[in-house]
Structure formats: structure tokens, C-alpha cells
């Protein structure tokens, strides 16, 4: 198993309690998004959790159901067709083989390296805002993205906030028609073409936006932002092995199933739609699943 968050884990889960005797390749340092995640609110079981206390707790359970957990990095995701079994080489494990793979690498959110960025970060900055919807309750926010992430995150998060500004780097949509409409009916949402986060100010969180229009800066008295710029899935290192689309998420067949057989997917880097934890311990779940069903069949 590749992958050291919800959907790696819970495949460890599952693939341990069938007795696959899983070694989970978590990383030098665990990339889940949940590390860098506050306060959790939508994880079922938990009214709230910090993120990295999320985290250790499906490690904990993964082993003790007897998944080994390696703290090391991958180089190199291979195949070898005389063997029939995958080569997974690591930066200090040597070199592992295995007959199935299951892939849980998750993606990363783009975001900007402007002035404030990190210091605010998950203090009224986020890349969510299904996750982080406490940012915008009953509070003005900037969500930044043209596209239709950006579309549907402002479309959601007016429902909920008292108004939205969404910033545009140009002078037009690269969303979907049908998203664009979507986000223009939205009385409290304010489109601002042609402009670009310059500075994010505050005291302990977010309380001013500044952005560039045409030369103008504009100040925008805001409680949060949300990057909606788009997502890196973390998918090199199986680019030669399966199928990938053009944003490089890996695609998926008849459940969790990538074009190599063998190769099973699960979590962000093949989910382009819902990129929420909950979903990603699910498909991880039906990784593991599948992934014990086609280890009996090759019996």
C-alpha cells in the first residue's frame, strides 16, 4: 500500500484484517492533508477532531490489525512481467516485491506564495471549504479560482456566509457554462475580474485581502480565503504503469481497478470530484476489497 492517509490506511485496515500482510509505505514524513488540517467537523464518529489526531488514530488501528508501517519514501514503482510481481524500491528499505499494489498517494492543493499565506494558514486560509466551512459562517471570505472547483466552492460557501468575492486572474470563467450560471445566481456573490491576491493581513487570523485590479490594489475586509486554484495528484510514480487523464489523476475501472492489473487506486489521487477524507477511507475500503477478491481468483 502506498499512501499514509484515510485511503491508504484504511486499506491497511482491511487488507490486515484478511490477513494480506500489508506493508504500508507511509513516507519519510506522512503528506496526508489531514496533518495540515485544524479542527475535522464532517468525519463521522468524530463531532471534532484535529486533523493530526485523526491521523494517529488510523494508524493505531492499522496496526493493530497487523499492517506493517514503513516510514520510508518510494523511487520507484515498477513491474517485472517475468516475475509477475510489482518492484517497489524504497530510499532505506531495499527493494520490495509484491503481487498486488494498492495506490493512495492523495494530491496536493495549489495555493499562492504571497505575503500571509502561511501565516494564516488553516487561520482563515484553506483550500476547502466543504472542510473548513466554520472559516466563511455568517462572515465575508475571498475564494480565489476561475474554474469550477472555484464555482462550486463559492456556490457552496453562500449559503453559509454573509458575502463572497471571488477573485478571477482573468476576464473570464474557465468553468463549465453551467457552473459559471450556477455561481452568478448567487445574490451575495461578488466577481472580481482580472485581479490577484497581492497580500493576506491579520492579527491572530485572516482580516484583510489585498488584490490587484488593473493596477489598483483593492482592500477587502474578509475573515478567510479559499484557494480554489486547482490540485496536483501525486501519480508519477505510476504514470508508466497505468492509465492517467490529463490533469494526472490515475483512472478507474469497475470499481477501484486501474488499467494494469494488479494496480488498485484509492483517495485523491484518482478522485477529482469529492476530495473529502470520508471518501477517501471508503475507497480505500473497496481497494482492499477488491484487491482480496483478485488475490483469490489468481490462486
Not at 105 to 126: H, M, N, R
Not at 202 to 216: A, L, P, R, Y
Amino acid at each position: 500500500i502506498v499512501g499514509g492517509g484515510p485511503a491508504g490506511l484504511s486499506a491497511a485496515v482491511y487488507c490486515g484484517r484478511a490477513n494480506l500482510k500489508p506493508l504500508v509505505f507511509m513516507g519519510v514524513q506522512t503528506s496526508s492533508q489531514l496533518l495540515t488540517t485544524t479542527e475535522v467537523e464532517n468525519y463521522p464518529g468524530f463531532e471534532s477532531v484535529l486533523g493530526p489526531d485523526l491521523v494517529d488514530k488510523m494508524i493505531k488501528q492499522a496496526e493493530k490489525s497487523e499492517a506493517t508501517l514503513i516510514f520510508d519514501d518510494i523511487l520507484h514503482l515498477d513491474f517485472d512481467d517475468g516475475k509477475q510481481l510489482f518492484v517497489v524500491e524504497s530510499s532505506f528499505s531495499g527493494v520490495k516485491h509484491s503481487k498486488a499494489v494498492i495506490f493512495a498517494t492523495g494530491s496536493k492543493s495549489k495555493t499562492l506564495d504571497v505575503p500571509g499565506a502561511k501565516e494564516f494558514w488553516q487561520k482563515g486560509v484553506s483550500t476547502c471549504a466543504v472542510c473548513d466551512s466554520k472559516i466563511a459562517k455568517n462572515k465575508k471570505v475571498v475564494v480565489v479560482g476561475g474554474g469550477d472547483v472555484a464555482c462550486e466552492e463559492a456556490s457552496y460557501v453562500a449559503n453559509i456566509a454573509e458575502k463572497v468575492y471571488l477573485v478571477l486572474r482573468r476576464d473570464v470563467f474557465r468553468a463549465s457554462p453551467i457552473m459559471e450560471e450556477r455561481v452568478k445566481k448567487c445574490k451575495n456573490v461578488e466577481i472580481i475580474y482580472k485581479s490577484n491576491v497581492t497580500k493576506i493581513l491579520g492579527s491572530k487570523s485572516v482580516e484583510q485581502v489585498i488584490i490587484n485590479k488593473n493596477g489598483d490594489e483593492i482592500v477587502l475586509d474578509v475573515s478567510g480565503l479559499f484557494w480554489c486554484i486547482g490540485n496536483l495528484p501525486q501519480t508519477d510514480l505510476v504514470k508508466h504503469l497505468c492509465e492517467i487523464n490529463e490533469q494526472g489523476y490515475v483512472l478507474k475501472y469497475n470499481g477501484q481497478k486501474s488499467s494494469k492489473d494488479g494496480l488498485f487506486v484509492a483517495g485523491d489521487c484518482s478522485d477529482w470530484e469529492y476530495r473529502q477524507a470520508v471518501v477517501a477511507a471508503g475507497a480505500g475500503c473497496m481497494a482492499a476489497l477488491e484487491c482480496q477478491r483478485w488475490l483469490e481468483d489468481k490462486q
